[in-house]
């Protein structure tokens, strides 16, 4: 079982780490979902995005700042929240 979930990592868990290492790097400690996918492509990990993606910052230590617009393809332009890792 330990090295079937080690090749196949929860896609939820992959991008909370794809979070916390963008906000880590940033002076501000700020990261949005679109963030989260282009440090995912930058990886080269393709996941197959779902409802579970609106549970990236729903964890203890994010804390909303500000908004931005999601700039890929399909997702029309919306605004997103920009959080803070606190």
Request: proline share 3%.
């Amino acid at each position: 079982m330990g090295v079937a979930a080690s090749h196949n990592p929860d896609p939820l868990e992959v991008a909370r780490q794809a979070a916390r290492d963008v906000a880590r790097r940033r002076g501000d400690r700020s990261c949005s979902i679109v963030d989260v996918r282009a440090e995912l492509a930058d990886r080269g990990i393709e996941l197959e995005w779902g409802n579970w993606a609106g549970s990236i910052f729903k964890e203890e230590g994010w804390h909303p700042v500000g908004i931005t617009q999601t700039q890929h393809k399909g997702s029309h332009a919306r605004v997103v929240r920009v959080w803070r890792l606190g």
